[in-house]
């Protein structure tokens, strides 16, 4: 064989084995499924499999009704409430409230009065529960006559009493298990009062806060009653001390409070509040410009601030801010600004010194002819003072003094008309002084009205006894407003609904029908 032939031959087996290849590629193409025929192909087998064999079909039928009840059960377990995918965690409890519930060693229910299994204060009761369940809650309705007479719910009010096993009770209003815009429109459900009730409810003892009288505008009476019932039920044990007539401040004095005084101390009143001043006894003060007096000297009275290294002069604040103004009002009633570096106030809104607030919300405390607080930061350090102004008016405020009626130029400085002071006395205790230039901005007028700014007030008036009395509870225990509310639109509901009752169903039934044609076809 030449070359040639052996070059032609060489030739021919490459091309036979090229055409063998493309012609394995060709019948591989033909072979290949498409994804709809691989889907066929898969359910005709299932068909054929449960059509061939009775015993299979109805052990799928019977597993499908199994993962379909065991879904649904699974579902019903989980608490949907307690799964929050909000930003700011609006339906989750603060790391405070936690903290708190988590020491609770006695048994407590809440009675919940005027709302349904479906409202957003049951969901946060469950977290409650969750955290500890020692705290239960029960909805009370027109059937639960015991519960009705024993704690006086009425049709026309939402309420929920907290009740402790050893009997201790905490009444909170449907109105304050909210929070308000400056629109006065519900913003968020707040577990603040809740949290509060529990703390309150575990206390071992009651703080008790005693409340001068004999030389005071204001009595538990009349002028700050609304304020011994925030007490109260915040459990407080309030009572009342004249001055004139008793010689000491009792020994189980926790909180003397001084509101709005009518007329000086004499020198033997005063040396008794300075005693107890000296035992590190704490105090709440509060007193009003005086226009009937415009020369009003009380040096008695001033011997007492003296202790703290503070005076309060009969001069009144005018606001000249339209940011602090309130609309319909002169400018003797404002808006505080509110420091966000106390305790008394750092849970309320977070406003900065400017009074800007860094949540987004515009409502502050409402302040009525308010006078000023003159504090001496260079005596203070001398005498281990530390002093902290919590509320403050703006820097266009003017302040007038009522005696030479003239008015202080200011030069863009805030005026402190609340403020909060420590200090060290010799036995080595620590004396605290919550200090007000307004009675009038925490009297019944004021408490008694429910607006959003006046709200501010009370959370205030409460803080401020909670740190006199070193307490520690944290009353104000608020998230930010700024959030958006989810809800499911029509298709997207419609969609849960068939993935959960409708896909299950239809393999069910569809399984049913396999397993009757193959009884036809035997």
């Known amino acids: 064989m030449d070359n040639k032939e052996k070059e032609n031959k060489k030739i021919l087996k490459k091309m036979n084995r090229e055409k063998a290849k493309q012609e394995k590629k060709v019948e591989k193409e033909k072979s290949r499924k498409t994804p709809k025929e691989h889907i066929a192909s898969f359910f005709g087998k299932v068909k054929e499999l449960c059509i061939k064999d009775t015993s299979r079909m109805i052990l799928l039928v019977a597993i499908l009704i199994a993962v379909y009840v065991v879904i649904n059960l699974g579902v019903r377990q989980i608490n949907l409430a307690q799964i929050d995918l909000t930003k700011d965690k609006r339906y989750t409890l603060t790391d405070q409230s936690k903290n708190i519930v988590r020491t609770i060693d006695k048994e407590m229910t809440f009675y919940v009065w005027g709302y349904s299994e479906s409202d957003e204060i049951i969901d946060l009761l469950k977290q409650y529960n ?73 206390a071992t003892k009651e703080t008790k806060v005693y409340f001068v009288e004999g030389r005071t505008n204001y009595t538990t009476e009349s002028g700050i009653y609304y304020l011994t019932q925030y007490l109260g039920n915040e459990y407080y044990e309030v009572g009342t001390i004249n001055i004139m007539a008793d010689a000491t401040i009792p020994d189980d004095c926790d909180v003397l409070a001084i509101m709005g005084l009518s007329s000086d101390f004499t020198s033997q009143e005063a040396d008794n509040i300075c005693k107890y001043i000296e035992k590190g006894g704490d105090l709440i003060i509060t007193n009003d410009i005086d226009y009937s007096n415009v020369n009003r000297d009380y040096p008695n009275f001033q011997r007492i601030l003296d202790e703290y290294d503070i005076s309060m002069p009969n001069k009144v604040v005018q606001e000249n801010s339209d940011k602090n103004k309130v609309s319909g009002y002169n400018n003797l009633v404002f808006q505080a600004n509110i420091a966000s570096d106390h305790e008394i106030t750092r849970l309320l809104y977070n406003y900065d010194a400017s009074g ?16 000023i607080i003159e504090m001496d930061s260079n005596k203070m350090l001398e005498d281990n003072i530390t002093a902290t102004s919590i509320l403050m008016t703006s820097t266009q405020a003017t302040v007038s003094d009522l005696a030479t009626k003239t008015t202080e130029e200011n030069s863009g400085n805030y005026y402190t008309i609340g403020a909060a002071i420590q200090k060290m006395v010799e036995s080595g205790d620590e004396s605290r002084l919550v200090v007000f230039a307004s009675t009038s901005s925490f009297s019944d007028n004021a408490l008694d009205n429910q607006t959003p700014m006046v709200a501010y007030n009370a959370n205030i008036i409460m803080n401020s006894f909670a740190f006199a009395s070193n307490r520690g509870e944290l009353y104000s225990i608020r998230k930010s407003s700024s959030y958006t509310k989810y809800t499911p639109t029509d298709r997207e509901d419609t969609i849960v609904r068939v993935i959960i009752y409708v896909i299950p169903v239809a393999i069910i039934v569809l399984g049913m029908c396999v397993w009757l044609t193959r009884r036809k076809l035997k």
């Open 130 to 202: 969750t955290e500890n369940n020692k705290i239960s809650y029960k909805l009370v309705t027109t059937d639960d006559a015991e519960e009705i007479s024993k704690y006086g719910f009425e049709s026309e009010y939402q309420e929920v009493v907290g009740v402790a096993s050893d009997g201790r009770i905490s009444y909170i209003s449907g109105t304050d298990l909210y929070t308000y815009d400056d629109s006065y429109n519900v913003v968020d459900l707040t577990e603040q009062k809740i949290t509060n009730a529990i703390n309150n409810l575990a």
């Open 356 to 371: 800007t607030n860094q949540n987004g919300a515009s409502v502050k405390p409402l302040f009525l002819a308010s006078g």
